[in-house]
C-alpha cells in the first residue's frame, strides 16, 4: 500500500494543502482535546506484542 504523498507541483494543490491550516479552535474545544489524555494506555504494552500473543508475525517499527 502507497502511503499518500505531501509533495505536490500544481499550484492549485499546493494553495489547498497550505489551507489545511485556516481555522482556530476555541479554549473549550482545545480543553476537550486536552482531556483526551486520560495517562493510561488504550491498548496491550508493547512488551506484550509477541507472536505467541497475537498469533501472527508483528513487523518491526
Not at 474545544?29 to 493510561?40: K, S, Y
Amino acid at each position: 500500500m502507497a502511503s499518500p504523498s505531501t509533495e505536490s507541483t500544481r499550484p492549485q494543490r499546493i494553495a489547498e494543502n497550505i489551507d489545511v491550516f485556516d481555522f482556530e479552535l476555541t479554549d473549550e474545544q482545545l480543553t476537550a482535546i486536552d482531556n483526551l489524555d486520560t495517562g493510561r494506555r488504550g491498548g496491550p504494552e508493547p512488551s506484550d506484542i509477541t507472536l505467541a500473543n497475537f498469533g501472527r508475525p508483528i513487523p518491526e517499527a
